[in-house]
């Protein structure tokens, strides 16, 4: 093969690499800021779960000048699960005030906190999931973005890495990617409620929440570009 000849495939290859660039590229493009909303899936508002999505958030905020976050507290919120009558139609409750936010054009990723309940997710969890069959169709609305996951249990290891299992294996329908935290926090943050509600209290938990923020905003800043 001449050098002509592997000079000029070689240009082609390029400018088809490129095209693949700008057509792939995110609306994130030209520093616009990245949304990572967070979501308490407890029925408990503003206690253990919510305060460690938060944490986990404001790292999340301070990793990159480019992430904002959002948090939503599902404590004392109505939201059925999605039942198939009428064609899969869901009922009018409280899921449409967060609807908009998760088809928001800048949303980067999503941070899920539940609590454990009988070494399972909570019924307010697995309501919230169900309903995100409205980003399903007609296109993925959620497909490639990084979905952390945290829990919150009674005891140290009172089944939080199988509630994020669950979580995590569910959000797959939706094609996500799904982001672990650093060493302590590899499957994703776990907590322990062993102070009458402060959370804060257990360092181990809280670093492991500030973990996996910053994971899902790195992993949110790559894709965008």
Known sequence: MSKSVSRRKFIQKAGAAAVVGLTSSSVFAGGEKILIVGVS?????????????????????????Q?????FDLGGMNISGLFPSGGGASPKDDFEKILPTLRS???GGIIIGSPVYFRIMSSLCSAFIERL??????????ADKPVGVLSVGAYRNGGQELV???IQTAMLCHEVMIIGGKPGAHQGAT????????????EFGMESARKLGIRVAEAALKLSN
């Open 164 to 166: 994020i299992q669950q």
């Open 105 to 107: 054009p800048n949303l």
């Open 133 to 142: 069959s409205a980003l399903r169709s007609p296109n993925l609305i959620l």
């Open 41 to 65: 899936c407890s029925p408990r508002q503003g206690k253990t779960t919510a305060t460690a999505v938060k944490v986990a958030l404001d790292a999340a905020k301070g990793a990159n000048s």
């Open 191 to 202: 907590l322990w409620n062993a102070y009458k509600d402060d959370i804060t209290k257990d």
């Open 67 to 71: 992430i904002e976050a959002e948090l």
